[in-house]
């Protein structure tokens, strides 16, 4: 019998509880099947990422291969040093853990914590799961104090790593190059697929050119740990590392220790000494140079770095930093050793015969009124192109400048041929960083003078900034002084010492366009050779013998005849050679000073390309550079070279 006093529950009630029901057999329903998934089809998963949380992969960083000199002297090889480092993933969260953590470790590094916490977050900024360098070369009694209170220090190791070493000081930095951690973008390229954050890679000159031969193979090795990420016992697996290869170069560090010191007397500058047959290079480098053992510090401040590369707020500062190579880098005006290019230029075009005689009376009219005289006001009387070169006559090249001059297009045969020997492009050395350069036009001046006739962007910048060019600027089209300035290395023309070697080498082989390299051979860990470097030329360029003969006799005249504008330095030089001084001027700088030789005379092997930076006359200080230099490649003795009064030279 039914309770006749209880009430009848609403139908809207009845609705609710029936939707609450629903509700809750829906939601036991999805409990239940997700624990079936987690347990049933997971679980062997799930129970193996269980497992893994109790090992620990460790990588073990593979050493670099080594690299040498041609001698087998090396010039870049490894250390082993032990780092203390910080693993910002793990670190405690709670913020009073972790300030009595940087306390810890500044105890032991003697590093404030403030700035070690700025150190770790300046590190982990762009790969946060990458550890942290908090002092590198810690003593053995860190590393046992660290292991031995381990739940003191969670994220805190002490790993064994490699570090690049320079044996020879800063012989050579500017083409070594520099190893840094592989960088979040670097690690989007095909080229770095394989790696992870924390691996290092060749950043700069012959450590990225050859990074992935020199770059070895990491191992890793297996260890169990606790819940606090401690090991708990001994290496579960192991895979050893595999070494890099061994690099080779083509330099000799005797040939490029001097070509340092010799430039590095006069101030700034930049050389190059490269057989001329296949392009190998003996020596290249730059003044000033710096250490690179700097760069191979885990974290560089900011004005250390500012000290190497410049400020990037101060254009002046980049242009002069100790990390610009002269040699590849700059971008200067030659003066008169472009003479033999244009003269080069001439002969091809018809517009000179080999012994045309032109008279030098001192000055040359280009028939605007601006009367150009020799350097000196020296008069040297009818000449042929021999002699022309041998004293380095202005009004000779004058005459040629405006004979060959184009108003239109991409210039005349001087441009051509500068062109053909390989100014105004990169020389395609192995290990790039090459500057830009330029053989001016017609054409090139044309549009920079259209540019110039609109004095603003549609943004209100300047389209042509006043102080573009050195020279002429942007506020004229092309004229016949343009050409006539090129052809004695003037006005507009850029070129750096490794272009100009590579030009003069393709006179003196006949027409070969080398492209110098400065690797020469892979070796493997064991010394065994796997990989020959051998470039072929870039091309060909048809020189007439006749042409390249008489070049080549006023070059070696320029520097072994009386009248010669270096005999007063090679004139008593025991070895002959064929070489050309270059006085450039260089508004607002002192004058550049060049020399280019070719050695021995008259079958060169080797060319050598010297510039100093405000060196005054070519004979001043490039001439006695390059001296010191090819004494030390064709082996002879600076106590035999005498001058032309029979006394011994003087090196600086």
């Given at each position: 019998?039914?309770?006749?006093?209880?009430?009848?529950?609403?139908?809207?009630?009845?609705?609710?509880?029936?939707?609450?029901?629903?509700?809750?057999?829906?939601?036991?329903i999805?409990?239940?099947?997700?624990?079936?998934?987690?347990?049933?089809?997971?679980?062997?998963?799930?129970?193996?990422?269980?497992?893994?949380?109790?090992v620990?992969?460790?990588?073990?960083?593979?050493?670099?291969?080594?690299?040498?000199?041609?001698?087998?002297?090396?010039?870049?090889?490894?250390?082993?040093?032990?780092?203390?480092?910080?693993?910002?993933?793990?670190?405690?969260?709670?913020?009073?853990?972790?300030?009595?953590?940087?306390?810890?470790?500044?105890?032991?590094?003697?590093?404030?914590p403030?700035?070690?916490?700025?150190?770790?977050?300046?590190?982990?900024?762009?790969?946060?799961?990458?550890?942290?360098?908090v002092?590198?070369?810690?003593?053995?009694?860190?590393?046992?104090?660290?292991?031995?209170?381990?739940?003191?220090?969670?994220?805190?190791?002490?790993?064994?790593?490699?570090?690049r070493?320079?044996?020879?000081?800063?012989?050579?930095?500017?083409?070594?190059?520099?190893?840094?951690?592989v960088?979040?973008?670097?690690?989007?390229?095909p080229?770095?697929?394989?790696?992870?954050?924390g691996?290092f890679?060749?950043?700069d000159?012959?450590?990225?050119a050859?990074?992935?031969l020199?770059?070895?193979?990491?191992?890793?090795?297996?260890?169990?740990?606790?819940a606090s990420?401690?090991?708990?016992?001994?290496?579960?697996?192991?895979?050893?590392?595999?070494?890099?290869?061994?690099?080779?170069?083509?330099?000799?560090?005797?040939v490029?220790?001097?070509?340092?010191?010799?430039?590095?007397?006069?101030g700034?500058?930049?050389?190059?000494?490269?057989?001329?047959?296949?392009?190998?290079?003996?020596?290249?480098?730059?003044?000033?140079?710096?250490?690179?053992?700097?760069?191979?510090?885990?974290?560089?401040?900011?004005?250390?770095?500012?000290?190497?590369?410049g400020?990037?707020?101060?254009?002046?500062?980049?242009?002069?930093a100790?990390?610009?190579?002269?040699?590849?880098?700059?971008?200067?005006?030659?003066?008169?050793?472009f003479?033999?290019?244009?003269?080069?230029?001439?002969?091809?075009?018809?517009?000179?015969?080999?012994?045309?005689?032109?008279?030098?009376?001192?000055?040359?009219?280009?028939?605007?009124?601006?009367?150009?005289?020799?350097?000196?006001?020296?008069?040297?009387?009818?000449?042929?192109?021999?002699?022309?070169?041998?004293?380095?006559?202005?009004?000779?090249?004058?005459?040629?400048?405006?004979?060959?001059?184009?108003?239109?297009?991409?210039?005349?045969?001087?441009?051509?041929?500068?062109?053909?020997?390989?100014?105004?492009?990169?020389?395609?050395?192995?290990?790039?960083?090459?500057?830009?350069?330029?053989?001016?036009?017609p054409?090139?001046?044309?549009?920079?003078?259209?540019?110039?006739?609109?004095?603003?962007?549609?943004?209100?910048?300047?389209?042509?900034?006043?102080?573009?060019?050195?020279?002429?600027?942007?506020?004229?089209?092309?004229?016949?002084?343009?050409?006539?300035?090129?052809?004695v290395?003037?006005?507009?023309?850029?070129?750096?010492?490794?272009?100009?070697?590579?030009?003069?080498?393709?006179?003196?082989?006949?027409?070969?366009?080398?492209?110098?390299?400065?690797?020469?051979?892979?070796?493997?860990?064991?010394?065994?050779?796997?990989?020959?470097?051998?470039?072929?030329?870039?091309?060909?360029?048809?020189?007439d013998?006749?042409?390249?003969?008489?070049?080549?006799e006023?070059?070696?005249?320029?520097?072994?005849a009386?009248?010669?504008?270096?005999?007063?330095?090679?004139?008593?030089?025991?070895v002959?050679?064929a070489?050309?001084?270059?006085?450039?001027?260089?508004?607002?700088h002192?004058?550049?000073?060049?020399?280019?030789?070719?050695?021995?005379?008259?079958?060169?092997?080797?060319?050598?390309?010297?510039?100093?930076?405000?060196?005054?006359f070519?004979?001043?200080?490039?001439?006695?550079?390059?001296?010191?230099?090819?004494?030390?490649?064709?082996?002879?003795?600076?106590?035999?070279?005498?001058?032309?009064?029979?006394?011994?030279?003087?090196?600086?």
């Open positions: 019998m039914g309770d006749w006093r209880r009430p009848t529950m609403p139908a809207q009630f009845q609705l609710r509880v029936a939707v609450l029901a629903g509700f809750v057999l829906v939601m036991f999805i409990i239940f099947l997700r624990l079936w998934y987690l347990q049933v089809l997971s679980g062997d998963r799930y129970l193996a990422e269980a497992q893994n949380n109790q620990r992969e460790v990588t073990v960083q593979a050493p670099r291969g080594a690299i040498l000199d041609r001698r087998g002297e090396q010039l870049v090889t490894n250390r082993t040093a032990l780092e203390l480092q910080v693993k910002a993933t793990e670190l405690p969260e709670v913020i009073e853990q972790r300030r009595r953590l940087f306390e810890r470790l500044s105890e032991l590094t003697s590093k404030a403030a700035q070690i916490r700025r150190s770790i977050k300046k590190q982990t900024k762009e790969l946060p799961s990458s550890p942290a360098t002092e590198r070369d810690v003593p053995y009694s860190t590393v046992y104090y660290v292991r031995e209170n381990q739940e003191r220090f969670p994220g805190v190791s002490i790993e064994r790593v490699y570090v070493q320079y044996p020879q000081g800063d012989l050579a930095a500017h083409l070594l190059g520099y190893v840094r951690e960088s979040p973008d670097q690690l989007e390229e080229r770095f697929e394989t790696l992870e954050p691996d890679v060749g950043q000159g012959i450590e990225a050859y990074d992935a020199l770059r070895g193979v990491n191992g890793a090795t297996r260890v169990q740990v606790d990420g401690a090991p708990t016992g001994g290496r579960l697996t192991e895979r050893d590392p595999r070494q890099g290869n061994d690099l080779v170069l083509s330099l000799d560090s005797k490029q220790a001097i070509g340092q010191s010799a430039v590095g007397n006069y700034f500058g930049g050389f190059v000494a490269m057989n001329i047959k296949n392009g190998e290079l003996l020596g290249l480098g730059s003044s000033p140079s710096y250490q690179p053992s700097v760069l191979a510090k885990p974290l560089l401040p900011k004005q250390l770095a500012y000290s190497i590369f400020d990037p707020k101060d254009t002046e500062s980049l242009t002069g100790p990390a610009v190579n002269r040699a590849t880098q700059s971008a200067y005006p030659t003066g008169s050793s003479k033999p290019i244009a003269a080069l230029g001439a002969l091809a075009s018809g517009e000179l015969g080999t012994n045309e005689i032109i008279n030098d009376n001192g000055s040359f009219d280009p028939g605007d009124g601006n009367i150009l005289h020799n350097a000196g006001d020296a008069v040297n009387g009818p000449i042929d192109l021999r002699d022309a070169l041998r004293v380095s006559s202005d009004v000779f090249f004058y005459n040629l400048g405006a004979r060959t001059n184009e108003s239109e297009g991409d210039g005349g045969p001087i441009q051509e041929w500068a062109r053909n020997l390989g100014l105004d492009a990169p020389t395609g050395i192995d290990v790039g960083n090459e500057g830009a350069t330029l053989v001016p036009d054409d090139w001046r044309g549009e920079l003078y259209a540019l110039s006739q609109e004095p603003e962007s549609p943004g209100g910048a300047e389209v042509v900034p006043e102080d573009v060019f050195e020279y002429g600027g942007a506020d004229r089209p092309w004229s016949v002084g343009d050409n006539i300035n090129l052809a290395g003037q006005g507009d023309l850029q070129a750096n010492p490794l272009q100009m070697a590579v030009a003069y080498a393709t006179i003196a082989n006949g027409g070969e366009v080398v492209r110098p390299h400065v690797g020469l051979r892979v070796e493997d860990p064991a010394g065994r050779t796997i990989q020959e470097i051998e470039p072929a030329p870039r091309r060909h360029v048809d020189i013998p006749a042409w390249q003969r008489v070049i080549m006023g070059l070696h005249d320029a520097a072994m009386p009248g010669g504008t270096s005999y007063p330095i090679f004139g008593g030089y025991p002959e050679i070489g050309k001084t270059g006085t450039a001027e260089r508004p607002p002192g004058d550049q000073s060049w020399y280019v030789a070719l050695a021995p005379y008259p079958d060169p092997k080797y060319v050598v390309a010297v510039t100093i930076e405000q060196g005054g070519g004979a001043d200080s490039a001439a006695p550079a390059t001296q010191r230099i090819l004494s030390e490649l064709l082996n002879v003795n600076e106590s035999k070279i005498d001058d032309v009064n029979g006394d011994a030279a003087i090196f600086e």
